[in-house]
């Protein structure tokens, strides 16, 4: 158990619709990072917190956002979603002061029917 | 920017025989590198990372790598698989400073034969 909560693990949804997926971080971490695990993708990473402010962005999508929240937990909203979409959504964390490890929850798996 | 690029996206040994997983790293500036393992509708689990300090780096479960900065490589090995390695091993690299993302490789799947 890494410590990384991810909730729901399980999700399948529409084409069109939104959902959200949330990640509460381990205890004393201050980094949040989201990333998209897909067959012909691979492992992407998507957006990066850091202490509620946005720290780093890679290859997400104009109709995916996320924040981070004063407790620290997370949130990855997606909407319009496509078929594409489906994928394993990670969330990870990192201690503050340079730690150098990210721990990763176990992902949520969305289905996009 | 960087990159990682591992060698291989499947690799199947024996059972008792040396494992080896390629990974080459391009990156502009000193990289951090990791290797992480998946196991099946499992998250990614930390194997060993390099931070600058020694070269040849020992993880879990009897793996470790070693840094060659010449070679830009930081190839995973095993002296002796087990049928419980079995599983999809990622190499990433990372800025070397606390708190980045890591860019990780499209995974090479290890299978072990009995």
């Known amino acids: 158990d890494s410590g990384v909560t991810q909730t729901p693990k399980h999700l399948i949804t529409a084409t069109g619709q939104r959902v959200t997926l949330r990640c509460s971080p381990r205890?004393?971490?201050?980094?949040v990072y989201w990333y998209q695990q897909s067959l012909d993708q691979g492992l992407q990473f998507l957006i990066q917190?850091?202490?509620?402010?946005?720290?780093a962005k890679g290859n997400i999508l104009e109709r995916f956002s996320a924040q981070q929240f004063p407790d620290l937990h997370s949130e990855l909203n997606l909407s319009s979603l496509e078929l594409g979409d489906s994928a394993l959504y990670f969330c990870?964390?990192?201690?503050?002061?340079?730690?150098?490890?990210?721990?990763f929850g176990e992902g949520s798996w969305l289905t996009v029917v | 920017a960087q990159s990682v690029t591992q060698l291989g996206s499947h690799v199947s040994v024996s059972e008792g025989a040396l494992v080896l997983l390629r990974c080459n790293y391009s990156?502009?500036?000193?990289?951090?590198l990791f290797w992480y393992v998946q196991y099946p509708n499992q998250g990614l689990q930390l194997l060993l990372k390099?931070?600058?300090?020694?070269?040849l780096v020992k993880g879990i479960n009897g793996f470790e790598a070693e840094f060659k900065k010449s070679e830009t490589s930081f190839h995973l090995t095993k002296p002796s698989a087990h049928m419980s390695d079995a599983a999809e091993y990622f190499c990433?690299?990372?800025?070397?400073?606390?708190?980045?993302?890591?860019?990780f490789g499209k995974g090479t799947r290890l299978s072990v034969i009995a």
């Open positions: 990870a964390s990192s201690p503050p002061g340079g730690g150098y490890t990210i721990y």
């Open positions: 917190y850091y202490n509620g402010e946005e720290r």
């Open positions: 990156s502009s500036v000193p990289p951090y």
């Open positions: 990433a690299v990372s800025r070397n400073s606390g708190n980045t993302p890591l860019v």
């Open positions: 390099y931070t600058s300090a020694a070269t």
């Open positions: 205890s004393g971490d201050l980094s």
